[in-house]
């Protein structure tokens, strides 16, 4: 996968995977309420657009961010890390969501 492609959900496409081109070549109106997750390195020119009211969060490892810098400088992005998840923090979700996953199973 790269930056080229990308999943377009709204109310008529539902999922439909567009090339990047298509989508920075939407009517102006269509481009002001955009979000774009993506965990790939931002290289296409065409996500520099500062006119574009996009929202883009780039979930991706410090080296896919340091190979997005030209498109972090452009947009001045903020750029924020996490660290990874402690096995405690693992655990306690995996018991949280299967606790959860049992009470929906739960005979009525």
């Not at 269509?30 to 390195?41: C, G, N, R």
């Not at 400088?73 to 890390?81: I, N, W």
Request: aromatic residues 16%; proline residues 5%; hydrophobic residues 45%.
């Amino acid at each position: 996968m790269s930056d080229d492609y990308c999943y377009l959900f709204d109310h008529a496409s539902h999922g439909m995977r567009i090339t990047a081109d298509y989508l920075f070549n939407l009517p102006h109106e269509m481009k002001t309420d955009i979000w774009v997750l993506t965990d790939e390195v931002i290289l296409n020119p065409g996500w520099n657009d500062r006119t574009s009211k996009w929202f883009i969060i780039l979930a991706a490892s410090p080296a896919k961010v340091q190979l997005s810098r030209q498109w972090a400088k452009q947009r001045k992005v903020g750029v924020h890390y996490m660290s990874p998840w402690k096995w405690e923090e693992i655990f306690a979700a995996f018991r949280y969501e299967m606790k959860s996953f049992l009470i929906l199973q739960k005979p009525e």
